[in-house]
């Protein structure tokens, strides 16, 4: 009886490998034990979490509220400050000298605070800031009497040790107005100081709270004190709060907006004046804390005491505990996001530890086991399939003979070697990547096809005939070197060739890859197989050789392509009519004494990317009017290499003239068009023997050109 085959083994359906099965099979006994002896653990251990993150938050709040308040303190007191020395009239707000001394004696005592600043009643303004650990600026905008036209000048200051070193001084346009900013008008609507959100400076935008209040000197208002802290500077102070081993610490407002938060630290909240939403810039912890109050249907203008949230994130399916605790200041929430496996590592670890020490044994039986069947089996097996995808891919020559130890296995790769011999006999008949492509794409192989826009190129040596009687056997080499130098430059235009016909080539583009530019990538292969000819006449004929001339026709349209063919023998190739007008065209070289003709859709595919001679109109079978040709000059992007071109324009005046009746006209713009073309233009010729006659024998009535 004969062993069952590959075949029998698809027929029985999907059967596990020796390796799963044994890895499975112990890792099953693994996890059941590790699973008895781990939940009576983790379920004391999830009991003494919370407790744990409880004490943690607490001390976290009493951080950030002792934080807070000392940077409300600090810009309580410089506020007040600066009222008490204007108020007892120490310095006036217009003596501009020391009340820069004042402002910056200010912010340097302050390490907390970013803006000490000033607004007039007329819309000026004046103020100090910190910009980082090193800089300070000195910010004023005057306004015109008119209040028509502000003009904003900053003094630039660098902080060395124990001083300031003034760097320079810049003057620009501005349109800050300081009585139309928020914190200008509710310091003007409030009895006292008042906080609130402010994001629009002079010298750009940036989220922060500031605290004005009036300045009334002698019963005459002033103006508005402003003192500003940048919501950066809570950011980095968060950032160094460590929570857990892994978690997170954000003050959020009761709309939900960030106030501050770690990842904020870097100065990424100078890049907006926007504070952004709780979960909305992505941050994993941040919209774990959003998915816990849409979990318990809470919203955070509901919390009025500390409220922590215990419940699994759908986000990544772990553990966590939110806690919302209120600040106290400005409505504001200290949100912290603990994941349960931070206190639960070290638990889990020794009842990891006791595990292993306990199935160490088997672990180490699985481990031989595994081993085993994968140097025996899995790894020969793999070698094999790694040799079926290169066959799959018609990749013949990485075909190796893999050794096994297990005789089947042995087997079934000296059969895949021999397999692969054979089909790289074949190999040689068939457009190899063409099959590649059509495998990578799932097409399979039996009739059918559809309509696609490509472009297809016909190519055919002059006089081959003539030189293979010449030459005999010899004409072999020849053809050949001609054949693959042709097929270099269509494949490295992203062209695939149909077939070979003799000396003769039928290529296209576009498929079975789509290209959007099938039409310019043919002319370009065409300028490149025309200049690779030229290459070889000239060394043909310095070595006394052959030298090859070749005309070529391509063309555009809607075309069939597919498998065209019977169920036994297929070819996959492009037919229909503009198919057949390629074919023609190329033909059609030898009336005009031309080497490369292009149809209408070609032109207009390819655009201003190409240059080309309008040639001519000519009869088509099948269609009631003629179809205009071209002569295909290069690629615009070799313009300068490829001469004057001023006849082009004197050749299609003529058609024009000869289209309109008038040959006088028509073969004087020929002649022109001949003599200016370097070496003649045989094409010219034609139309001035054609203008010749119609001047004495003029066509019919119904004549078109």
Partial sequence: MSEPGPAADAAAGWRPSLGAVLTATLLVAVLATAGFMHF????????N?????????????ASIRQEVGDVIADAGAAQEALRTIFFQNVIKTNDEAKREFVFLSLLQSQPSLSWISFGWPDGNFFGAQKVGDDRIQMVEVKWNADHSAAERRVDYYDVITGDIEFKERAFEPSDYDATAQGWYQRALAANGPIWSDVARFPTGSKPAIATSGQLTVFQQFQGVINIVIELERLSRFLATIPVGR?????IVDRSGRIVAAPELAEGTQAESAEMPMLGADKDRLEMVAKEALTHFGMQLAEIRGTMPLAFRSGLDRQDYIV??????FKGWLIATVVPESDFLAGVERSTQRLVWWVLGFTIAIALLATLLARLLIARPLGRVAAELAHIESFELGR????RSPLREIDRLSAALSQMASGLASFQKYLPTE???????????????????????MFTDLVGFTRLSERLG??????????LGRMSGAIHGTGGTIDKFIGDAIMAFWGAPIANPAHALEACRAAVACDRILAEMRARAKAAGGEALHMRLGINSGDILVGNIGSAERLNYTAIGDAVNVASRLEGLNKRYGTRMLIGAATRDAAGAAILVRRLDRVAVYGRTEGIAIYELIGLAEERETLGPLDWIALYEAGLDHHAARRFAEAEAAFAAADR?????????????EAARRFKVAPPPADWRA
């Fill in 40 to 47: 009576p653990w983790s379920a004391i251990a999830r009991g």
């Fill in 49 to 61: 979490v919370r407790d744990l993150v409880d004490q943690l938050n607490d001390r976290i709040a």
């Fill in 246 to 250: 892994s978690g997170t610490v954000v």
């Fill in 323 to 328: 806690t919302f605790t209120p600040l106290g």
């Fill in 399 to 402: 075909i190796t003979r893999r």
């Fill in 434 to 456: 063409l099959v590649r492509t059509l495998v990578r794409q799932g097409i399979e192989a039996k009739p059918g096809g559809s309509h696609q826009p490509i472009t297809v």
């Fill in 473 to 482: 056997d010899a004409v072999v080499p020849i053809l050949a070197d001609y």
């Fill in 676 to 688: 200016a073309r370097p070496g003649g233009d045989p094409a010219s010729r034609i139309f001035i």
